[in-house]
């Protein structure tokens, strides 16, 4: 990092560098993310740099607030996000505060492969507290922060006056103070922590898997305390407080954990109808834009087109995103909301990157405003299928710990019938038209290229069905998986809900019999 940063900023010496960590520690290998942030700091310090060394462990999309804010080279956030509890990671943004893309991500891998032995007093973790260069953010870059996401706060005095109660789990990790404190800058009282997940536990012990995207299994404790404490709404962010996962009481007295896409289409609905409530005479609806992750959700698409603002799709992963929203900023453009379907959600530009502090708050105040028209947030959602268009997804995924498999998975899909021929069928279902993001290739197309940038490095290939189904099938980025998503996408007078939700189902199952064949494959079935 020192090596890249020194060659790409003549100024870094002033601009300094950002670090924060989250609550993980490996006890037997002494490797906490404390310790390791630690270390990075002293690396750089050594060689004169200035470091915005974080005293606590805060929230990840702290790091490219402080980033922006600070004016700083760049930054990195200690963390793994929601892997399992042995596993630790470490995410770079650059001095736009949106996480690294190509070039940079290959060239600091170039700088590392020249720098394999540590420099002299690299594992000098003491330094943080003895160097001059050494400057603690948390207070000021906490305070900021509340004080921007005021800005996406538009109902302040009825949240001081809702009736409704909130849940809030932070799974063993950092979010807990924090939305804590979102909550008040809104105007709030308190969401109720789930006592045994409130304080930061590196063994996540009382959930099989720290990540609230897996749903009700792993919400049980915060949905049981709700239920005791007569709250309506559950707020779970992960371990390092980038991803939100919400749930909500039915009328029939059963939970619904909302999606990711099905929180998107609730935040993007929400986020344009404040713009338009609070805009300036001068504001144009055409220089205002949402964004998506191209294996998310086709909602904002359907709401851009009926309501006039722009919708665009990146790459998967939030780095494409936030790289993308700087650049419309720079360009003068308003952007409200953009998410990946995997929770993620950026509401306002305060952060260029997911953000589940933010989220959180935004998502209480939605349902408070919508108690005071009787209306639940599933309600509103319904509403929001019925005037748009159902869009009815699924996503789910196969292990594989074997690299050559997951090759000859998708190798097969290029080389279908005959090759360099790709399938014109999936079982009964008719294609229409493929896109290959690893290749570059897009049937649709009249060039045959893909508009989306090839990404040779993780395998990705989009099917569009004569039914209206589209599908991707991907690799993971972070853990060996091979997944799935799947969506139908209706015009508002399609509104059979359950033939689109059967329709989907089938499309679904001959996907994986006639694609992914996981018998044949060896490929094991995501445990629910």
């Not at 807990?176 to 969401?191: E, I, T």
């Not at 390092?240 to 939970?255: I, M, P, S, T, Y």
């Not at 015009?491 to 059967?502: A, G, N, V």
Request: charged residues 25%; proline residues 5%; neutral net charge.
């Amino acid at each position: 990092m020192y090596k890249y940063l020194e060659r790409c900023f003549s100024d870094f010496r002033q601009r300094g560098f950002v670090v924060g960590y989250d609550t993980r520690g490996q006890v037997t290998s002494s490797c906490s993310s404390k310790r390791l942030a630690k270390l990075t700091a002293a690396v750089l310090l050594a060689k004169g740099v200035p470091v915005y060394l974080f005293s606590k462990y805060v929230p990840t999309p702290f790091v490219p607030y402080a980033v922006r804010q600070l004016k700083a080279a760049a930054g990195v956030m200690i963390t793994a996000s929601h892997n399992r509890k042995e596993d630790n990671g470490y995410k770079v943004y650059w001095e736009n505060g949106a996480q690294i893309t190509s070039p940079h991500d290959k060239e600091i891998l170039k700088c590392i492969e020249e720098c394999v032995e540590p420099w002299n007093g690299s594992w000098n973790e003491n330094l943080v507290d003895t160097s001059p260069l050494t400057q603690d953010p948390l207070e000021e870059i906490s305070k900021s922060y509340m004080e921007d996401l005021k800005t996406i706060c538009y109902h302040r005095e009825l949240n001081t006056k809702t009736n409704l109660k909130f849940i809030h789990t932070s799974f063993h990790g950092v979010g807990h103070d924090y939305v804590q404190l979102a909550f008040k800058a809104f105007g709030f009282k308190p969401p109720i922590p789930v006592p045994e997940q409130k304080d930061p536990d590196p063994d996540f012990s009382t959930v099989k898997c720290p990540n609230p995207e897996e749903g009700e299994s792993v919400l049980e404790l915060s949905l049981r305390l709700a239920e005791k404490e007569s709250a309506r709404v559950v707020v779970a962010t992960d371990p390092d407080a980038d991803r939100l996962a919400v749930a909500e009481l039915q009328e029939n007295g059963r939970w619904k954990v909302f999606t990711g896409n099905e929180l998107a289409a609730l935040f993007g609905w929400w986020m344009f109808r404040s713009w338009k409530a609070n805009r300036s005479k001068e504001a144009d609806v055409k220089n205002v834009y949402m964004l998506a992750t191209t294996v998310s959700s086709k909602i904002l698409k359907a709401i851009a087109l009926k309501d006039g603002f722009h919708f665009e799709e990146t790459l998967p992963g939030f780095k494409w995103i936030g790289s993308r929203v700087k650049d419309l900023l720079d360009n003068g453009k308003e952007v409200l909301f953009a998410f990946e379907e995997s929770i993620g959600f950026m509401c306002g530009t305060s952060v260029l990157d997911k953000d589940g502090v933010s989220a959180a708050v935004v998502i209480a105040e939605m349902a408070s405003y919508l108690e005071t028209k009787n209306l639940t947030l599933a309600q509103q959602l319904t509403e929001i299928y019925e005037m748009y268009g159902y869009h009815i997804s699924k996503t789910s995924y196969f292990l594989c710990y074997e690299p050559p498999t997951i090759k000859r998975v998708f190798e097969k899909l290029r080389n279908f019938d005959s090759p360099k021929s790709y399938p014109k069928s999936c079982g009964t279902y008719g294609i229409l038209h493929v896109r290959d993001v690893t290749t570059g290739y897009d049937s649709s197309q009249l060039n045959k290229k893909s508009v989306l940038p090839a990404s040779k490095n993780s395998q990705m290939i989009t099917f569009t069905f004569q039914n209206g189904c589209v599908a991707t099938l991907r690799t993971s980025g972070t853990e060996p998986k091979i997944k799935y998503y799947a969506e139908m996408c209706a015009r508002p007078e399609q509104s059979d809900k359950t033939f689109l939700e059967e329709q989907l189902q089938k499309v679904i199952e001959a996907l994986i019999e006639n694609f992914l064949e996981p018998s044949k494959n060896g490929l094991i079935w995501r445990s629910v």
